[in-house]
């Protein structure tokens, strides 16, 4: 399994950004997979997760500013971000949940078994 994130950057208060996920060596299709970010001295944290059937689920401190999509022809998945804020400035990774994880327990990152390395976004103010 590979999953490479891109779409990081620097950029300031209120602008946009897509971050995508490349994903290989598993049918993409098939799984649930989320997005979590993690700042500085901070533990990680959930951000967003799509399952197979384009659900969709966020948290609260994105909520109506970020948006996750998948491309299954693509095996890709996104992660819209606008009016985006100085704190949510982190290293935003993404990853492929374990089979039959609970709606509930997606926000958790153990509920996922494979991760990406991380692209980095600063949000300046």
């Known amino acids: 399994v590979q999953l490479q994130a891109s779409g990081g950057g620097l950029v300031q208060a209120g602008d946009s950004l897509r971050l995508s996920c490349a994903a290989s060596?598993?049918?993409?299709?098939?799984?649930?997979m989320g997005w979590f970010r993690q700042g500085p001295g901070k533990e990680r944290e959930f951000v967003a997760r799509?399952?197979?059937?384009?659900?969709?689920g966020y948290a609260d401190s994105v909520k109506g500013r970020f948006t996750v999509t998948r491309d299954n022809a693509k095996s890709t998945l996104y992660l819209q971000m606008n009016s985006l804020k100085p704190e949510d400035t982190a290293v935003y990774y993404c990853?492929?949940?374990?089979?039959?994880?609970?709606?509930?327990?997606?926000?958790?990152?153990?509920?996922?078994?494979?991760w990406g390395q991380g692209t980095l976004v600063t949000v300046s103010s």
């Open positions: 990853a492929v949940a374990r089979r039959g994880a609970i709606i509930s327990a997606l926000r958790l990152p153990t509920s996922y078994e494979n």
């Open positions: 799509i399952k197979r059937d384009y659900n969709t």
């Open positions: 060596g598993f049918y993409f299709n098939s799984y649930t």
